[in-house]
């Protein structure tokens, strides 16, 4: 009989839950046992946090958002920031305890759902050994091996829900209200939500913006009886003569920077050259919460299904990906080479620009 092991790594996305679900049906289908990783691999360094996973345990969390096996953003194994006895925190490797605990507990394969991190991450443990299969997860959308990532979708639709509330109350008070979104470097949830909820400007790291541009949009709406106005701005949206803005200090165990703040900046430049009432949101993490849309829904009970095939089938050191119509398979090595960026020749930058909103440049 088989044993598998699950985690989810990394931020969490909407469709975490229904992963899980797809893969610990499929497995008991084959008359295999599965387990959870709590917490990435916190699992697989200590027992307590393993979980026998059984169709029992998964029955209805398929709607949920989150993961029952919770995750983190600070558990790279192979520098884990640790407290020694004086309190003093030293950053150690545990990949070796982790190989010799998953060969302990007889594990067949591990399921390791997450973003490009996390899949970084599954494919040095397969150098070392431990048959690994990824699956791609991320409300950004930005792993190139794959046509979407699974939480996108539920970003997109929190996102464009979002910006369809403020039109309302921008009108109102003859305001300009700029509505900060994530997406890290790449542009997907500001471009999506943006055309999707009516944005005037959406501002997004594929494209650096020039502020002239978006005060001329926006001065522009007026011109045509349109008193206020929408700017979407992504996270990781830069000036043409500026630099990305990052929020703290990089946290410990942390291996990327955090964004936020570029919001309230275009805020503050718009209110600094038209004579408008201006306002700041930031969206934030309503994006990676709630119940995950139907698109994703269906989307992560695939990948669950189609990595259990691949697990029957021993295709190791890969990642599930979505070829539209078609399941795939691709190198895990090839999934995190390269991050997805807004294609500018794509319909989607085309469509905007045909409406006419202004991409800032
Ligand atoms: O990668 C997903 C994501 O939500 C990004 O869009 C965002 O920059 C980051 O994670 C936020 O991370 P945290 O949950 O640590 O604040």
Redesign the pocket.
């Known amino acids: 009989m088989r044993k598998i092991v699950i985690s989810t790594g ?2 969490d996305a909407p469709g975490l839950n229904a992963v899980i679900y797809a893969v610990v049906k499929s497995a008991t289908m084959r008359g295999w046992e599965v387990y959870g990783s709590q917490s990435g691999y916190k699992g697989l360094i200590d027992f307590d946090r393993l979980v026998r996973l059984t169709p029992t345990e998964v029955e209805g969390i398929t709607p949920i958002g989150g993961t029952i096996l919770g995750s983190t ?1 600070k558990g790279n194994p192979f520098s884990m920031p640790v407290k020694n006895l004086a309190g003093e925190v030293d950053v150690i490797d545990v990949s070796d305890r982790i190989m010799s605990n998953y060969k302990r507990m007889g594990f067949f394969c591990h399921i390791a759902v997450g ?1 490009d991190g996390s899949l970084e991450i599954a494919h040095r443990f397969a150098q070392k050994g431990m048959h690994v299969i990824g699956v791609p997860k ?3 959308n930005d792993l190139e091996a794959t046509d979407r990532t699974f939480g996108f979708d539920t970003a997109v639709s929190t996102a464009t829900e979002a910006l369809d509330k403020l039109h309302s109350t921008a009108k109102s008070h003859s305001r300009v209200m700029v509505v900060e979104v ?3 470097d790449s542009g997907w949830i500001a471009l999506y939500s943006g055309i999707s909820g009516g944005a005037d400007v959406i501002l997004i790291p594929e494209i650096p913006y020039c502020m002239d541009t978006v005060c001329e949009k926006i001065a522009d709406n007026e011109l045509h009886d349109k008193n206020y106005a929408i700017v979407v701005v992504a ?1 990781g949206a830069k000036p043409l003569d500026g630099d990305i803005v990052t929020c703290g200090e990089g946290e410990l165990g ?1 291996d990327e920077v ?2 936020g703040g570029i919001g309230k900046k275009v805020a503050d430049e718009i209110r600094c050259r038209l004579d408008k009432d201006v306002r700041h949101l930031t969206l934030g ?1 309503l ?2 919460g709630g119940s995950p849309t139907t698109f994703d829904r269906l989307l992560a009970l695939r990948f669950g299904a189609a990595a259990i095939r691949m697990a029957d089938n021993r295709e190791f050191d890969k990642m599930v990906a979505w070829n539209p119509p078609h399941m795939t398979s691709v190198l895990l090595a090839d999934a995190i080479k390269n991050r997805k960026m807004v294609d500018l020749k794509s319909d989607k930058v085309k469509t905007a620009r045909d409406i006419g909103i202004c991409l800032g440049d």
Do not use: A, K, S, Y
Request: positive net charge; proline residues 0%; aromatic residues 0%.
């Open positions: 990394g931020g953003n973003g991320t409300i950004d994530m997406g890290r996270e942390r955090l964004l993490h994006q990676r």
